[in-house]
């Protein structure tokens, strides 16, 4: 089955700098990649998403790129700010959601 | 998020019991899923239905059971807990299958004990 590995686990980065987490997956039929957010104590929450015919995708401060050669996508979120803190859940999807084990950001005030 | 409810939030239950997760959603999604969260170990899928009567198994299904007699309903059931079943709970629901948005629910905590 799939396999979805998420690095860094946690990462602290002083507010208004920049943040960046990283993903690879194994499986190559993987064709649908999700960001989930997840505040302490509370529910996932999508974020952004980027399918396999798309190299970058963008929304505000945050970005998706995915080098599908390489198997690998990444989230980057700029202009951090406090209530960027939380934890952050990669996924790849051939049939079912695999999610990476989640990093911990922590932007310092 | 209101459209998705869980119920109860916490649970505490012995080792050899039957517990019942409850799951409700009313967007008339398809799509149910049920993970479990567990420190180090992200989201795992257990089971997901892709409609009333239709249920397979995901990533760690053993130990677990569920049905979904009714498209808004989606119960996961411990047949005999064990302390390994300690853990976080979510529901999901989903227009769609993999690659649309999943809807979380708030979380049941369960301890075994």
């Known amino acids: 089955g799939e396999n979805v590995e998420q690095h860094p686990s946690t990462l602290s980065v002083q507010e208004g700098d920049s943040a960046v987490i990283k993903c690879t997956y194994s499986?190559?039929?993987?064709?649908?990649f999700p960001w989930y957010k997840q505040e302490l104590g509370k529910r996932p929450q999508l974020i952004i998403d980027i399918r396999s015919n798309v190299g970058e995708k963008k929304d505000q401060r945050i970005a998706v790129t995915l080098n599908k050669t390489a198997k690998h996508f990444s989230l980057h979120i700029t202009e951090t700010q406090p209530e960027d803190s939380a934890v952050y859940f990669c996924?790849?999807?051939?049939?079912?959601?695999?999610f990476g084990k989640g990093t911990k950001l922590s932007v310092i005030p | 998020d209101a459209g998705i409810t869980q119920s109860p939030r916490y649970k505490i239950t012995e080792t050899g019991r039957q517990v019942t997760l409850m799951c409700h959603q009313t967007w008339s999604h398809s799509y149910m899923f049920w993970y479990r969260q567990d420190l180090g170990h992200g989201l795992r899928l257990i089971y997901y239905?892709?409609?009333?009567?239709?249920?397979d198994k995901g990533e760690v299904p053993d130990g677990y059971v569920v049905s979904r007699s009714k498209t808004e309903n989606f119960p996961l059931t411990l047949e005999s807990a064990t302390r390994s079943q300690t853990s976080v709970y979510f529901c999901?629901?989903?227009?769609?299958?993999?690659?649309?948005?999943?809807?979380f629910g708030p979380g049941t905590r369960l301890t075994v004990t």
């Open positions: 239905s892709a409609a009333a009567d239709i249920t």
């Open positions: 996924a790849a999807a051939r049939y079912q959601l695999t």
């Open positions: 999901a629901s989903s227009e769609r299958n993999r690659d649309y948005e999943q809807y």
């Open positions: 499986d190559s039929a993987s064709n649908y």
